[in-house]
């Protein structure tokens, strides 16, 4: 993922940044090579893109080029060489009997999809039909930033691919251009940043609510289900990272919050060893233990 695949994505454009030797360049010929590259693959330049594309040197046009024709591309599939089966369908199938067509397929079966009849390809007779283009916008850099704002903004859940895009935000872009919202509203979008932060070194205190947001922020460095649907192998962290945690758990800890996901909890208690940083919390995970204990012998009893 990088900057162009996520601003294609959100926006349907792509940023060109200019230099100053570029702004004496007229580079219309190969700007419209560019734009006949992309209608092959079904998209088309903007007019604003299609100006500021022309003012690219030859270098930087040729290197603007390559990244988008690729990714285009990637997004297309295009990239990926596809061979039929039967190149001739669908006289190809017709002609052929049902046996050989059966043992076609097991056999290609059998090789893990490798096989392939040994079929020459006929040619086939050019067919025109009217193509809706997807025009291609010129986007700013402010624009692009606005994607950050916006996905932290959201009451929903994010989408696995805009959590990605959310790291990228956090892992790139410089701390001083990230405009966030005035409030989070989503608990796991708010974790996925603080977890983050955190790993930066930063101070969390202002995101860290309550000991449910704690437990998001490691289940997110365990790269598990920050929905907290389903249960975390906890990993081992960096003794820094578990004594941060650990100090701004004692901040907000309380029992109720605990009791919610008690066996979770359990298992992260040991994994920050907490005892090590916090008699507070060290003394609320040894209690919530003993009342777990106590409610085994019950139910076994």
């Known amino acids: 993922m990088n900057k162009m695949t996520i601003t294609l994505s959100k926006l349907d454009g792509v940023v060109v940044n200019t230099t100053p030797l570029d702004s004496t360049v007229d580079n219309l010929a190969a700007a419209l090579t560019l734009n ?68 076609n397929a097991i056999t290609h079966y059998w090789s893990l999809g490798q096989w392939l009849p040994d079929t020459d390809k006929l040619p086939r007779h ?8 997807q025009e291609i916008a010129l986007t700013t850099d402010n624009q692009v930033k606005g994607i950050f704002t916006a996905l932290l903004a959201s009451n929903d859940s994010l989408s696995d691919t805009d959590k990605k895009i959310l790291e990228w935000f956090m892992l790139n872009l410089p701390k001083d251009q990230r405009i966030f919202p005035e409030v989070i509203p989503f608990a796991e979008n708010k974790c996925v940043v603080a ?4 790993a930066q070194s930063q101070d969390i205190s202002p995101l860290v609510k309550s000991a449910t947001d704690i437990l998001r922020i490691a289940t997110y460095l365990s790269e598990g289900d920050i929905s907290l649907a389903t249960n975390t192998t906890f990993i081992s962290l960096p003794r820094q990272l578990r004594k941060n945690l650990s100090l701004q758990l004692e901040r907000v800890i ?7 996901h008690r066996n979770k909890w359990v298992r992260l208690f040991h994994n920050l060893h907490v005892g090590d940083y916090s008699k507070k919390v060290y003394s609320i995970a040894k209690n919530g233990q003993k009342q777990s204990n106590i409610r085994e012998l019950l139910w076994a009893n």
């Open 36 to 103: 006949a590259e992309l209608m092959q693959l079904g998209y088309i330049m903007s007019e604003t893109l299609l100006t500021a594309t022309k003012q690219l040197s030859n270098n930087n046009l040729t290197l603007f080029a390559q990244e988008l024709i690729t990714t285009l591309r990637q997004r297309k599939g295009a990239h990926i060489n596809y061979t039929p089966m039967y190149p001739n369908f669908p006289r190809q199938v017709i002609d052929i009997s049902d046996m050989e067509l059966y043992l």
């Open 126 to 133: 050019y067919a025109f039909e009217a193509t809706k283009f």
């Open 195 to 198: 977890a983050i932060m955190l």
């Open 254 to 260: 309380n029992e109720e919050d605990i009791g919610r």
